[in-house]
């Protein structure tokens, strides 16, 4: 998360820059900095013009990327319940996985997280692949710990919780047999034997519709 001061700087910085170029540049009505660092993040954060359409209403200031304060968007971080901060268009793109263009288009079901939450699930997920190299017989323990457990408690465990977590994510909370989103979505085993070291392809994201006709014929719909 950036603090206020660094964006006070950032601000101050940029303010400094504008100033300089309008000793370069001469106005009928002068506009002040901070008008003009306004205007600037305004059509870049409100509007689909591309930067270098921006530029070029802005002449003789070079690249407007140093002038581009963080944006506060409306989505919610899954993590800490915070709203997510963007620094650039490329970055809500890393974040949302849609085009600036298409921003209209983010689901608002998805789990998304900030950068600091990220990077700390990020971190967790490194730790974890670090205690199975090292600590492999702790592994091995738990996994047969985990294969004794009744489904239902299973399922209740933060293993497969976090292993469904990412199963959905990797198939982009999407049925697989009919591509339905924006619905209820399962994490069904191709294989119980599976259970406490499943791999992605041991696992199917299916629909409520495609799960129930699964366990009714005991095949997937074609």
């Given at each position: 998360m950036i603090s206020s001061e660094t964006l006070k700087k950032r601000i101050a910085r940029a303010e400094r820059e504008i100033e300089k170029w309008q000793k370069q540049v001469k106005f009928i009505e002068k506009p002040s900095s901070q008008e003009i660092i306004y205007e600037i993040n305004r059509l870049y954060w409100c509007t689909l013009e591309k930067v270098s359409v921006i530029e070029d209403q802005?002449?003789?200031?070079?690249?407007?990327?140093?002038?581009?304060?963080?944006?506060?968007?409306?989505?919610?971080?899954?993590?800490?319940?915070?709203?997510?901060?963007?620094?650039?268009?490329?970055?809500?793109?890393?974040?949302?996985?849609?085009?600036?263009?298409?921003?209209?288009?983010?689901?608002?079901?998805?789990?998304?997280y900030c950068e600091t939450c990220q990077s700390a699930l990020?971190?967790?997920e490194h730790r974890e692949k670090y205690y199975e190299f090292y600590h492999p017989l702790e592994m091995k323990k738990e996994t047969e710990r985990l294969k004794k457990l009744p489904y239902s408690e299973y399922l209740e465990t933060p293993h497969w919780k976090k292993v469904r977590g990412q199963a959905l994510r990797r198939f982009d909370y999407t049925c697989q047999v009919c591509n339905s989103k924006n619905t209820t979505l399962h994490v069904h085993h191709r294989n119980y034997d599976c259970r406490g070291e499943e791999n992605w392809k041991d696992l199917l994201v299916l629909c409520d519709k495609c799960h129930e006709l699964f366990h009714k014929n005991g095949r997937l719909a074609k």
């Open positions: 802005f002449r003789n200031l070079g690249p407007i990327r140093r002038f581009i304060v963080p944006h506060t968007t409306a989505y919610l971080c899954a993590r800490c319940n915070t709203k997510i901060m963007v620094t650039s268009r490329a970055n809500f793109e890393a974040i949302f996985k849609v085009t600036w263009k298409e921003q209209a288009n983010v689901r608002k079901h998805l789990k998304r990020d971190e967790e």
